[in-house]
Structure formats: C-alpha cells, structure tokens
C-alpha cells in the first residue's frame, strides 16, 4: 500500500476513484492477504541483491523471501533476481 501510494503522490499513477477507496473496494474484492513488515523482513534486507537501488523494491523483495512467496512483477530488474520466486506480469 505504500508504494502505492508513494507512486500516486509522485504522479505515476493515478486512479479513477479517490486512492483509500480503490484499495478498500480491491482488498474486499480480491483474497489477499497483507504480508506484516517485521523484524524478519528487516533483517533480511542486508541479504538480498538488487540491480538498482530502489528501497520500496527491496521491502517487498525481502518480505517475498521471508514469506516464501512469488513476487509478480512487470519489473525487469526484480524479474532479474535469481535468488527470488517471481512472475512476471507483462
């Protein structure tokens, strides 16, 4: 939710609707789960290698790896991180 938002006040997104709304209406919509920003997460941030140096896509790096989770992704430098599970969303 985060980058989402950072991305909208940076003008690179924007929604149709006002921005609380859309993710109050998607997270009813879709069955997804927020993944907590822990201590884990945290720590696992030194361990993670990233092309670029971009602190949003770190936390969501690492927080995939803590969880064991697939990150989808358009993004062609986190689809280039061999130590991730990533899908990319193109």
Known sequence: MWEIFTLESKGRISFSEDSKEWVARSMREFPLHEAP??????FATKEIQLPHRDPADLFLAATAKVFGLTLVTADTRLLSVKSLSTLANC
């Open 37 to 42: 920003l822990t201590a884990e997460v945290i």
